[in-house]
């Protein structure tokens, strides 16, 4: 397990204030699957149950296409992205219009 660098409270709310820009960027672009209004869906690949996702790890999903009828909470993460497309290439799409609209893309702490 890697060692958790020790932070001061200013630099912690310095990273807490850069994740929270990040995530409204990532919800600003909208919906990844049909441009609505959205809100930040964590990639969960490769991680288990209980491991907390990284904030820069995520897509813009609608309500629909997160916990709606079509969400990937509700179809199941193998069967929405049969149909809508892995959440990897997905995430890479959002980065590519991150770095266009906004000139860089953070990816982690």
Do not use: F
Request: charged fraction near 30%; hydrophobic fraction near 25%.
């Amino acid at each position: 397990m890697p060692i958790r660098e020790r932070l001061t409270p200013k630099e912690k709310a310095e990273r807490e204030r850069q994740r929270k820009i990040h995530m409204g960027r990532v919800a600003s672009l909208g919906c990844i699957v049909c441009a609505a209004p959205a809100n930040v869906h964590h990639i969960r690949d490769g991680q288990g149950t209980g491991q907390k996702a990284s904030d820069y790890e995520t897509i813009g999903l609608c309500h629909n296409h997160h916990q709606g009828r079509d969400g990937i909470h509700t179809l199941g993460t193998k069967r929405w992205q049969k149909i809508y497309g892995y959440e990897r290439e997905l995430l890479e799409n959002v980065r590519r219009e991150l770095i266009g609209r906004y000139g860089s893309v953070k990816t982690g702490d």
